[in-house]
């Protein structure tokens, strides 16, 4: 039953007061915001950490600070910043972690959200962030020379694997005892199974299955990086029992690479007493993560003037203009001294070792039950508000008062339909890596497809050394380091 409500010239200017805040806030999408991902894809690091931290500063105690504090590590990362990077990233975790810790709900934030859109939301960290944002920190304690640190950072990340997959499930369970128990359960119920939408749904996310299937919320680079530390920081048997388990991990999502079953083999050989062959490795971080879209699609109201309402769903949309992989190319005999220059060349191409956009979009996948619940309820309870209003005001007697609300509550449905676009859009679209036998003059040569860029890199001392090797895009100069592991 409506409430009959009688509309004052106070509440009209309320009102309208309202409806111009909200197109004044402008319900900004996080694409329309990040200037971050746009001076990284131009390959202007420099701007990109100024931009990066005047954001993560910006939104540092909102709704936003997370994503932008990844934003920031990962910036810092790629301009070889590496403390500062952790910095960012310790931030970020802190808080992702303090979401996680928190008991109780956050009631006040979900009705809101139910009244603007899940985009008003605190942006917890995804699955995924955690997992990278760990990896990232380790690499960069590779980097900084402190492996008992990386250790620890390996160790954080495997974990958020385990507890990923009972986490979403306590999430989901969640949402949908709140549906069951809202006072617009039959009308939402009714909206999610209508054939139309279910079919309109359907086609957005029909691509979400054609990419390669990874156990829920495993990211195979994790675990492979995880496998090459352990077996070469390795202190006892178990640290080789673990770096085996991780190398049959990745082999069993890329049967066909044959670096990750030498790797094997060689963890065999330790683990039978046989010392580790002078080696090194390369990993290439290739392109750009998915970034977020949306769309708009029709759900059922049934108590409207209207049969549908439109309603904006997140997409992921894929990056191109990225480098498909890095040839290293080693000569040991020219080394040696020989005449022919090309005689006993080592060549070896990078194999993928982990897919984030497959990381992604199955975490996108196992995220859309609740999106979809909670896009509903949010429009649900959006269309009676405003058929509240607009009922009421026709009630006054006063056609101009009609037209406003009328006008004033499109208006502002408008200006909040927007999905939730926050992603951490600085992560890579590939990992890959090879290796081969370190060379007696410790010199190869990184190269392009097409030859387009060759770098010459010295390896440093070391009997396993892993050579980390960055593409922004195809067009962009390869970012280059190095760091020792044994």
Same mark, same amino acid.
């Given at each position: ?25 402008g ?6 915001? !990040?200037?971050?991902?746009q ?8 701007? /990109? ?16 600070a ?6 920031? *590590?990962?910036?810092?990362?790629? /301009? *070889? @910043?590496?403390? #500062? ?9 802190a ?8 008991? =109780? ?21 995804? /699955?995924?962030? *955690? ?39 306590? $999430?989901?369970?969640?949402?949908q ?38 156990a ?10 995880? *496998? ?12 080789l029992e ?14 066909? !690479? ?31 993560? &998915?970034?977020r ?24 949309? &894929? ?12 000569? &040991? ?19 993928l ?11 996108? =996948?196992n ?15 959006? #269309? ?5 209003? !607009? ?21 502002? @449905? /408008? ?19 090879c290796?081969?036998?370190?060379? &007696?003059? $410790? ?44």
């Amino acid at each position: 039953m409506i409430t009959h409500v009688v509309f004052k010239p106070r509440i009209q200017a309320l009102l309208f007061a309202a409806t111009l805040g909200t197109l004044a806030t402008g319900c900004k999408t996080y694409e329309q915001q !990040n200037r971050v991902i746009q001076y990284w894809h131009q390959g202007s690091l420099t701007n /990109a950490v100024v931009e990066a931290a005047k954001m993560a500063d910006k939104n540092a105690n909102n709704k936003d600070a997370i994503v932008w504090r990844l934003e920031q *590590g990962a910036v810092l990362r790629g /301009a *070889g @910043q590496y403390e #500062a990077s952790n910095k960012a990233f310790d931030q970020a975790q802190a808080k992702i972690d303090d979401f996680a810790n928190k008991a =109780k709900v956050r009631l006040g934030r979900e009705t809101g959200a139910l009244l603007s859109n899940q985009a008003e939301l605190d942006y917890e960290g995804r /699955a995924y962030d *955690g997992i990278m944002l760990n990896t990232y920190k380790a690499l960069n304690d590779l980097q900084l020379g402190e492996p008992d640190k990386a250790r620890v950072e390996l160790i954080r990340a495997y974990q958020r694997q385990q507890d990923a997959v009972e986490d979403n499930k306590k $999430r989901i369970a969640k949402v949908q005892a709140e549906a069951a128990q809202s006072k617009d359960k039959a009308t939402m119920e009714k909206a999610e199974q209508d054939p139309k939408f279910q079919s309109q749904i359907q086609g957005v996310y029909t691509n979400l299955g054609n990419l390669t299937v990874y156990a829920d919320y495993v990211n195979p680079f994790t675990v492979y990086l995880d *496998g090459l530390f352990f077996m070469a920081d390795a202190g006892d048997g178990s640290d080789l029992e673990r770096a085996r388990k991780s190398f049959e991990r990745v082999a069993g999502y890329y049967p066909d !690479n044959e670096y990750v079953k030498q790797d094997l083999a060689m963890v065999d050989g330790l683990i039978q007493g046989k010392p580790l062959p002078a080696t090194t490795y390369v990993i290439f971080e290739t392109g750009c993560a &998915p970034v977020r879209d949306q769309i708009r699609i029709d759900i059922p109201i049934i108590f409207t003037k209207v049969s549908y309402v439109g309603a904006a769903f997140p997409t992921l949309k &894929p990056q191109g203009n990225y480098l498909p992989s890095l040839t290293v190319t080693a000569n &040991p005999s020219a080394a040696a001294g020989t005449n022919d220059a090309t005689a006993g060349n080592t060549t070896a191409t990078t194999s993928l070792v982990g897919s984030m956009d497959s990381v992604i979009a199955l975490d996108f =996948k196992n995220e859309m039950p609740v999106v979809i619940t909670k896009t509903i309820a949010s429009m649900v309870t959006k #269309a009676v508000a405003s058929y509240a209003a !607009n009922q009421a005001a026709s009630q006054q007697n006063n056609n101009l008062l009609a037209a406003l609300v009328q006008i004033s509550t499109v208006v502002y @449905q /408008a200006a909040i339909n927007i999905a939730d676009e926050r992603t951490w859009t600085t992560l890579p679209k590939e990992f890959q890596a090879c290796h081969i036998p370190t060379p &007696p003059d $410790r010199k190869i040569e990184l190269e392009t497809p097409g030859g387009g860029q060759r770098i010459p890199v010295t390896i440093e001392d070391g009997t396993i050394n892993l050579v980390y090797v960055k593409s922004i895009n195809a067009n962009s100069p390869l970012l280059v380091t190095q760091m020792r592991l044994k």
